[in-house]
């Protein structure tokens, strides 16, 4: 599961082009990962871009519905539980709705949004139909969809301990990062692609994910307002857990509080 986990994040450094540094093997890894967890290499570059331009803002897309005030908080703390429980199933969805509820999607990328969707749909139906007429469900269940289904989870728990309950207004009091020093944690940060070093990579979006470590003190040198550096990922993990009550993102929910206390 968590070297599915893994291969999620490279997804994610396909979208931003730097997993391969040939482009068309870069964008052809992407489309075969984004395949198999239906969610189109196109859609989650758009979606997730959104995500890196308007980082906490009701703009986000990829951050919704944390990022909205007008949402309820149990429909925002329903939307936490199932993402961190079902969110093989859940992502797709989010990256959906990011798609339908833009505001304007060049006409180039709607093209290749559809048909990457396209792609999705009928090498799911070839598969679904193999698996049938062969009898392959249970190793298929067993192989396949038992690890997607935990490293779906890793993947929205990672997401979650990036930014959730962070209520700043830049993109470094937005963003978690993580620097531990031990062996082991330097390992952990390896095998995820150093994703873990967030807001170096929401500073610098095409430096590739080896420079990041190296990348990050010229990033955190004390100009800029940002939140501590952690030193665990256990510790990252706690302080997003405590804001699991209330899921939240952004500046707008201090707004909405100075409001409210006004009124």
């Not at 062969?134 to 190793?139: A, E, L, T, Y």
């Not at 067993?142 to 997401?159: E, H, M, T």
Request: with cysteine; aromatic share 12%.
């Amino acid at each position: 599961a968590h070297i599915g986990h893994s291969k999620l994040i490279a997804f994610h450094e396909a979208s931003h082009g730097t997993l391969n540094p040939k482009w068309r093997v870069n964008e052809l890894q992407g489309i075969i990962f984004g395949t198999t967890i239906f969610v189109p290499l196109s859609v989650y570059r758009f979606v997730h871009g959104q995500h890196h331009a308007y980082i906490g803002t009701a703009s986000d897309l990829e951050l919704w519905p944390f990022v909205n005030p007008e949402v309820p908080r149990w429909q925002r703390i329903l939307a936490a539980v199932g993402e961190l429980v079902f969110g093989f199933f859940y992502t797709p969805i989010v990256f959906l709705h990011g798609v339908l509820t833009a505001r304007r999607i060049p006409a180039v990328q709607r093209r290749r949004i559809i048909l990457e969707y396209a792609v999705c749909v009928v090498v799911w139906g070839a598969l679904i139909a193999l698996l049938t007429v062969m009898g392959w469900w249970k190793p298929f269940l067993i192989g396949y969809f038992v690890q997607a289904l935990i490293a779906g989870n890793l993947q929205s728990l990672r997401k979650f301990t990036e930014h959730l309950g962070l209520l700043g207004d830049s993109i470094l009091t937005n963003t978690r990062t993580v620097v531990d020093p031990s062996p082991v944690g330097q390992s952990l940060s390896l095998s995820m692609l150093h994703i873990d070093y967030h807001g170096t990579h929401h500073r610098f979006a095409k430096v590739p994910y080896y420079n990041l470590p190296e990348a990050t003190p010229h990033v955190y040198d004390g100009r800029e307002t940002a939140v501590p550096i952690f030193t665990s990922y256990w510790s990252a993990m706690w302080d997003m857990a405590r804001s699991l009550g209330n899921p939240r993102v952004g500046k707008q929910w201090l707004t909405l509080e100075k409001s409210d206390a006004r009124s």
